[in-house]
């Protein structure tokens, strides 16, 4: 098994169901809807290469249509389900994406209301927009509208575009630029890496049940409905994330595996939460891999161990999958919880480099991690200097994250080597926030850090006025949130007079751990 049809036809095979919000769905019932799916899209142009980009919740019809799009030999363009209208013409438009495919409105989130404020000549290679809705709207005079239901009544197709080394999925990562690169993996590494998982997690045995709380957009949510499938085990996908909603289901369906960021678990098994009430509320759950995003909880693993929840802290980026390598059970507390692990492939390495001198550095010496698997990504999609520029001469990833190497073809990450802000779960530019600070009245210069609140990370913006200017910090606010949606946009503007430096010899550098303090400070004081 080494493409994505081949992976869905298993999933059928194996009897695999899905549990969504309102019904039950079968993987032969996505098998034979992609199909259909598959032959409409042939119809309208789509062909071998073209991307298709998915702006869409956890719903069954992303599934058939992932399956639909790679047996095409087509791309799937990853377009996060929170992004507003300037990020989702910006990925659209830079993919030359030739589709979209777009969910009406579900949960109370008007996703066409936000296309309507996409202007047409941002996303000139669109030609179809497909909805999942009940009736078709044209958007744009260039591209054809239709509906999803219109398109899975065509004749089956059975032809299969796709091999091994044929690109599957493009997914965006953030850097030090405004613009996220897109880290594109082919059939074989998706495939060969939900496998993987499926033998570390164990998911293959007896009364295994994924409850898919995380969006396929990003690749932590991705990997783990692909693993279920490869597994070929129940499925229960929930179209959103409501913490009391998703600490019935774990106990309804007796979910065992779960894969959630630490304010979802902290949530589940909060005050509000009177499903969780007793020591061990969960008592099928297995194994729950956690993303710890947010500086204000770093006492949740521990908390959540002792609602008999089996945390497991892993380490993924897009480029790697977002279980590169993960904690095991056997492990102490203190060493599960740490972000990192061993390695899920046997043929995949780690390494940590002396960024000064690089000398490859002995375990437990702190460095920048390099990473080797034969399912990394494998290229930045149209970005081929981006490519050469990440990658060794003998084919590691250069991560720009620094952490130390164990025993054991293991290591701990423990940080970022850049500046890259985790807010809601995502990993996010802070120059795409400055940027948009620095487009409000009176600002001459921006700098954002993120900082630890009750709501999860937030970021705060620390601002230099321009000449003869004051900045209105609500007003500075307001114009950010009219570009960028409510987690990007900053919770404070703060002028000063300059940025914290450090006079080095490589350059000046600003002290942004300084900033974060002062940004700390601010918030604690109100002020």
């Known amino acids: 098994m080494q493409t994505i049809p081949e992976l869905f036809r298993a999933a059928a095979e194996a009897g695999v169901s899905i549990q969504t919000d309102e019904h039950s769905v079968t993987a032969v019932d996505l098998e034979r809807q992609s199909r259909a799916l598959a032959a409409s899209l042939r119809a309208l142009g789509v062909e071998p290469g073209d991307r298709v980009a998915a702006w869409l919740p956890n719903l069954p019809q992303y599934l058939s249509l992932y399956a639909a799009v790679t047996r095409l030999g087509a791309i799937l363009v990853a377009v996060n389900n929170r ?72 004749a089956p197709l059975d032809d299969d575009c796709a091999g091994p080394d044929t690109l599957s999925n493009i997914f965006t990562t953030s850097g030090t630029t405004a613009a996220p690169k897109f880290a594109a993996h082919a059939h074989a590494g998706v495939v060969g890496h939900a496998l993987d998982v499926v033998d570390v997690l164990e998911m293959r045995a007896p009364g295994t049940v994924s409850l898919q709380l995380l969006p396929f957009c990003g690749v932590f949510g991705f990997v783990q409905v692909i693993a279920a499938l490869a597994a070929g085990v129940k499925m229960v996908m929930p179209s959103g994330f409501d913490a009391r909603e998703a600490a019935h289901l774990v106990i309804e369906h007796k979910a065992t595996h779960l894969l959630a960021t630490d304010d979802m678990i902290h949530r589940m098994i909060g005050p509000g939460c009177e499903e969780a009430r007793s020591d061990t509320p969960f008592p099928h759950l297995k194994a729950c891999a956690f993303a710890l995003f947010n500086t204000y909880l770093t006492d949740l693993p521990a908390r959540a161990e002792a609602h008999g929840i089996p945390m497991l802290a892993p380490f993924g980026m897009s480029e790697v999958f977002s279980v590169f390598a993960i904690r095991r059970h056997h492990q102490p507390m203190i060493d599960r919880h740490r972000a990192g692990g061993t390695l899920v492939n046997p043929r995949a390495r780690v390494r940590a480099r002396n960024p000064e001198t690089g000398e490859i550095l002995p375990d437990f010496e702190a460095g920048e991690l390099e990473l080797y698997s034969p399912h990394l990504f494998r290229e930045y999609f149209g970005n081929s200097t981006a490519t050469q520029a990440a990658m060794t001469d003998d084919g590691y990833l250069k991560t720009g994250d620094v952490g130390y190497t164990e025993p054991g073809n293991a290591f701990t990450y423990l940080q970022r080597g850049n500046d890259t802000l985790r807010l809601s779960g995502f990993l996010v530019s802070p120059a795409e926030i400055e940027t948009a600070v620095m487009a409000a009245p009176g600002v001459a210069d921006a700098q954002v850090v993120a900082v630890g609140t009750a709501g999860g990370n937030r970021p705060v913006a620390f601002v230099i006025e321009q000449a003869g200017a004051e900045v209105d910090e609500q007003v500075v606010i307001a114009a950010v949130g009219e570009t960028l949606p409510k987690f990007k946009t900053p919770v404070r503007v703060i002028s000063v007079d300059a940025f914290p430096v450090t006079d080095g010899a490589n350059g000046t550098k600003i002290q942004r751990t300084k900033l974060r303090e002062m940004a700390q400070a601010a918030l604690a004081g109100g002020r």
């Not at 909805?131 to 239901?149: K, M, Q, S």
């Open 83 to 154: 992004f507003g209208a300037a990020e989702v013409a910006d990925i659209v438009g830079r993919s030359e994406s030739k589709v979209l495919v777009v969910a009406s409105e579900v949960r109370g989130i008007d996703y066409v209301a936000t296309l309507r404020a996409i202007d047409a000549a941002a996303v000139p290679a669109l030609r179809h927009l497909i909805l999942i809705a009940d009736g078709a709207e044209t958007i744009w005079p260039h591209v054809g509208a239709v509906t999803f239901a219109s398109l899975t009544d065509a």
